[in-house]
């Protein structure tokens, strides 16, 4: 087992536990190194548990079980409210400082709508304020990192100041709001909203500093999207948006065209400009907000770390991929590719720019750090994948810990780390040995099948649909990449020149007279072949391309006289290259005797 970390000088660190749900109920495990069933918590065993979260302390878990929900306290596994009142809650959210809790539910039959989305104290169990909310996409009430402001979307952005539900204190209305972001981070508190272009307009998203909602503090408008997703970093300095159509006029990619944007909230904007074209599939904040990595390109991906400047910063190469997460530390980045990829994950060491480890789990839905950024847990759930469901735990180095999986007739539908607080666990310094690596062999793969036909070329390594690039470290440097066409060409004159030199230097001197080599090359015409002994009557490149071009010129005047002779009209210039023939083939005999 790995040593048990240490928070602070002699505390030693919680071991977060790791909550799983599916047809066996709701139940939790704890991490490494204890990697056994969290023997405070009762399992519920209800096949209808709907939906399950940590406050993000980590310090209370809820989950609803289509009876009542259920929220206890750990580590101790306390049970501190039953609401039996809405057995059919399908959302669960917990308020940044574990104050209040959110539950949201479907409405149900034809009549008017009724309050659907409501807010808990936790303290008291009471309900302080319920609201109709149809949709589920974007039902999530909105909380700063201190809760002084709350928020939540009708038509406009309702804001509601020190937990005081009782009256809105500000709203922000914006026509035609599609979404909005409240930032994180310390005051001034800043609201980004997107509103989606209308017939032929451009779309934009504005950030507002709150109470200031007269003049945004940036605002940036595109015409290539029909959504957007607003993602700011932990500070709420900045935010990445990223833009999608539905429909790639260019018909390059089935997904539709996206763009990736940079706001910064001094009203400085970018466009994140990415050396390969395709799709974006995954973007990741560092936890210091000084940076953030994205996948992106047609299959292989690249990865590329950029500043808050939008320039790359690293480039990982290509790869099987379609994630980028850093852990909480912000010390460890995963690439790892999901879905119809094979489930490679390769661990980096961020601050040294090295390669950890590289694994695969294969038919991986799920991937998620441990909050102690150590470790991090894959899984198989349903509805993705309904078969082989369970989960793996890992170590940073590649080492696989734990592994459970659910029966043949089970499902597992949802798996998360418990949550704490930034600067519950420090960053660890880590340490690989080369000893560590015995994780990373992989599974000899089998031949790639070749044609009989191919077979006889004897090739030692199988052909590629796509020319992989490696990590920015471990490039080749090649000089001649910044070279213009005409430095190129004359630099090529001049190695060639260099290198024709070296081999006439290299050459032993002929030692017989110019009598005797006159008549070696005429006994060479007679004879159609050079005798044995005539090592140094090799044609110079110079004269073996003019007879090139002799004999090719030759070949052609033979067609047109067959042509002629077919009785095919001629052009002058034609004739006239028959004409020449003559000369050609004297020139041709000169040129074989003299070399």
Known sequence: MFPVRLCGSNMAAPIPSLALRGTQGVSLVQGPPALRDNQAFTRDQSRSCK???FSPDGSLFAWCNGQQVTV??????????????????????????????????????????????????????????????????????????DETLCSHAVNEIHL??????????????????????????????????????????PSFVRVFQYPDFGTPLANKSFFKADKA???????????????????????????????????????????????????????????????????????PAKATIFNLKCEPVFDFGTGPRNLCSYNPQGNILALAGFGNLRGNIEVWDRRKLQKIALVQAPDTTYFAWSPDGLHFVTATTSPRLRVGNG????????????????????????????????????????????AMAAAQQQEAKPAVYRPPGARALGRSTPLKLHEEEPPQNERVENKDENLSKAALKNKKKREAKKAKQQQQQQAPPDPRSQEQRDALAMATHILGTPPPSVT????????????KGLKKKLRQIEQLKE?????????????????????????????????
């Open 536 to 547: 140094s009557t090799e044609v110079s490149a110079d004269a073996e391309k003019k007879i």
């Open 391 to 434: 989960y793996k735990i890992w170590h940073y180095t590649g080492h696989q810990l734990d592994e459970k999986g659910v029966g043949s007739n089970d499902e597992l539908w949802e798996v998360a780390w418990q949550m704490y607080q930034p600067g519950v666990f420090h960053e660890a310094q880590l340490s690989y040995h080369p």
């Open 51 to 53: 939906v399950m979260a």
């Open 160 to 201: 509601f100041e020190n937990g005081d539900f009782s009256h809105i204190a500000r709203k922000l209305d914006v026509q035609r709001v599609a979404g909005y972001k409240l930032s994180p981070g310390p005051p001034p508190y800043k609201i980004a909203v997107y509103v989606p272009g209308q017939k032929g307009g």
């Open 229 to 299: 997703d607003i993602r700011w970093n932990k500070k709420g300095s900045g935010l990445l948006v990223l833009c999608a159509t539905e429909v790639d006029k260019t018909g390059q990619s089935y997904y539709g065209e996206q763009n990736l944007h940079y706001v910064g909230a001094d009203g400085v904007s970018s466009i994140v400009q990415l050396s390969k074209n395709g799709p974006i599939y995954s973007t990741d904040w560092s936890p210091d907000s000084a940076e953030f990595c994205v996948v992106y390109g047609f299959m």
């Open 72 to 145: 206890v306290r750990l580590p101790s596994g306390e049970v501190v409210h039953q609401m039996e009142e809405h057995p059919r809650v399908v959302g669960l959210l917990f308020s940044p400082l574990s104050t209040y809790m959110a539950t949201w539910e479907v409405i149900m039959g034809k009549g008017p709508p009724y309050p659907n989305l409501h807010l808990w104290d936790l303290k008291t169990g009471q309900k302080t304020k319920s609201f109709v909310h149809k949709r589920q996409t974007d039902w999530e009430p909105q909380w700063t990192d």
């Open 563 to 595: 042509q002629q002779k077919s009785g095919k009209q001629l052009e002058s210039n034609q004739l006239e290259k028959i004409k020449g023939e003559a000369a050609l083939v004297k020139e041709l005999e000169q040129l074989e005797l003299g070399s």
